[in-house]
């Protein structure tokens, strides 16, 4: 890549947001728009969306916070309070509703303090650490910028959460409960299946740290994604499918969405690191792939360079729930016992605890 490449996509947004803070259109306490509103603002991946969040985050100019968005930092000093937070208490970030039109949340009673004894909960700590991983990704998450997200010393989150494992499962169980299923199930099993795959993919697309956060060898207790396998396995019970074939199912289909989906943080973890969105690296890659596929040695392949291939991720998931789902349909209609089933560690060893990895799907 020679010197006179154009400045990447995600440093001009974040040079006209910069523009839009430091003139005050978007003043403190202000949402800026969250990584959706990038994405439909500018026409760029979620990826370019994360890292403009990011970068403006780096530069202190905007922070999150829970339950509300990243808003606007404020940049004069705080009121002569010696031990005063070094970030602005929710009352003060909350002040108006945001440019999106989404009202803030309201702050503690003036005086109290954001992050003392009586304002501090588990769940605002599960919410600002649910911010950040779908902000900057798993790995930005410690209890030391979750405490520095909420305004307190970081031993105080102790009080609350164990350590960062104990916080990351706690962080799945908010995740997931966000979509829960519907009281009543539709009346085929396709239906239901089908309802609670689409579910647990659109949790993966809102938070793309929840699927590498999923483990099915050494599952997590998720409470709520109970309701996910139970729905699943009823759905295959119903049209008389055993335990054993069941389970085996319902791991198949979550290991499908739960690995389709584990690109969605691979893409923007690598985006952070080049600067360049999917659309720009396969722009500096065109000429290779294009010399290689030339040489006649792959015929298939090259007939797709004239056509053009766009690699959409929604499509993929929903061609392949079709397949793995009428794969399903051979095996409930047909009378014999399926083959290949699984029982070692993932079907065996998984106990009542072990369908949460299962869990949602």
């Known amino acids: 890549m020679g010197g006179g490449q154009a400045v990447p996509r995600y440093s001009r947004i974040v040079g006209e947001l910069r523009r839009r803070i430091e003139t005050g259109e978007l003043a403190p306490g202000d949402r800026v728009p969250s990584t959706r509103e990038i994405t439909r603002q500018w026409g760029v991946a979620m990826a370019t969306a994360t890292k403009v969040l990011t970068e403006l985050r780096r530069e202190g100019l905007v922070h999150a916070v829970p339950g509300v968005g990243t808003v606007v930092t404020a940049t004069t000093a705080a009121p002569s309070t010696p031990d005063a937070a070094p970030s602005p208490a929710p009352s003060a970030r909350a002040a108006r509703p945001g440019r999106s039109g989404t009202p803030a949340r309201p702050g503690p009673p003036s005086g109290a303090p954001a992050g003392g004894p009586t304002g501090l909960t588990l ?16 790995t930005a998450v410690s ?7 909420l305004g307190v010393a970081t031993m105080s989150l102790y009080r609350h959460v164990t350590d960062k494992d104990d916080l990351l499962v706690r962080m799945m169980d908010s995740a997931i409960a966000e979509r829960p299923l519907p009281a009543e199930p539709p009346p085929g099993w396709r239906e239901s299946m089908e309802l609670a795959a689409r579910q647990l993919w659109g949790l993966f697309r809102s938070h793309p740290w929840l699927a590498p956060a999923l483990s099915l060898t050494r599952p997590q207790l998720i409470t709520s994604a109970l309701a996910y396998s139970e729905w699943v396995l009823e759905a295959l019970h119903s049209r008389g499918l055993d335990d054993q074939s069941a389970f085996t199912a319902h791991l198949t289909l979550l290991n499908y969405i739960r690995g389709l989906a584990q690109n969605l943080e691979t893409e923007r973890e690598a985006e952070a690191q080049s600067g360049l969105d999917s659309e720009e690296w396969m722009d500096t890659q065109e000429s290779a792939f294009r010399a290689t596929l030339e040489s006649g040695r792959y015929p298939g392949l090259a007939r797709l360079t004239g056509t053009g291939y766009d690699l959409d991720l929604d499509g993929l998931f929903e061609f392949g729930l079709q397949r793995l789902l009428d794969g399903l349909a051979v095996l409930l209609d047909g009378n014999s016992p399926p083959g290949g089933r699984t029982g070692g560690t993932a079907g065996g060893a998984l106990g009542p605890a072990g369908r949460t990895s299962g869990s949602a799907g």
């Not at 209890?143 to 997200?149: G, K, Q, S």
Request: charged share 30%; proline share 0%; aromatic share 0%.
């Open 143 to 149: 209890m030391r910028r979750v405490a520095a997200e």
């Open 123 to 138: 769940a605002r700590i599960v919410d600002a650490a649910v911010v950040v991983a779908d902000a900057e990704g798993l």
